[in-house]
């Protein structure tokens, strides 16, 4: 058996090769960990269960990388990945003049980058102001940069794509789909999807 050496940081230690290892040899081999750090050099594949706490930061090589899914699956609840959506079809009557909710997702703790797609079209509307965009109160255009809108007197309809939110939360939040549109006659609705991907 080795004897580690206390001038570093961390210590490997080498148990005996033969096929049996007595409890005493066990317990003098792991000994040393207890006042210092451990190094566990793995090579090749290797299968973890279980939940690990890392105190350190995981670093693969530059040309290696943490490798993604191969194949048309989901990250699960909680992890980096996990993805979230929300797609309303149906029209959703837009009040003139009114921030109206068009649909809505729930995201958990966490940092999550939302975006989504809002449809807005008259009925017979002569359309003066559209607005579409994501915020986490409901029925009210976000902060500049959550929102697109197009100010153009008599257009007839518009869609547009949502600008990438960052939403970082404490708590599980509910984030909605926004459609706002002024027009002096007829009617008009919104349709629409949102997204949300946790980077974190």
């Known amino acids: 058996m080795t004897t580690p050496n206390t001038e570093q940081a961390a210590s490997v230690v080498a148990i005996p090769s033969a096929s049996l290892v007595t409890q005493t040899q066990l317990s003098s081999a792991v000994a040393p960990l207890a006042t210092s750090a ?7 594949d ?5 939940t690990k706490t890392f105190t350190g930061p995981i670093v693969p090589t530059s040309t290696q990388g943490i490798k993604g899914t191969a194949t048309n699956d ?8 996990e993805y979230v959506e929300a797609i309303q079809s149906s029209n959703v009557s837009l009040p003139n003049a009114t921030a109206t909710n ?3 997702i729930s995201l958990s703790p966490g940092d999550w980058d939302v ?4 449809v807005v079209s008259g009925s017979g509307a002569v359309l003066n102001n559209s607005l579409g965009g994501v915020s986490i ?9 959550t929102y697109g809108q197009l100010t153009v007197t008599g257009h ?3 869609t547009f794509t949502v600008p990438t939110s960052r939403y970082t939360l404490t708590t599980t939040t509910t984030v909605y789909l926004v459609g706002y549109a002024g027009f002096t006659s007829g009617s008009a609705n919104g349709t629409g999807k949102i997204r949300a991907r946790r980077v974190r």
Request: charged share 0%.
């Open 74 to 81: 989901n990250a699960p609840a909680g992890a980096v990945g």
């Open 102 to 104: 068009i649909t809505s």
């Open 46 to 50: 290797q299968t973890v269960a279980g």
């Open 137 to 145: 109160v409901s029925a009210t255009i976000g902060a500049l940069g």
């Open 156 to 158: 007839s309809g518009i």
């Open 38 to 44: 451990a190094v566990v050099a793995l090579t090749g």
């Open 115 to 118: 975006s989504g797609v809002v």
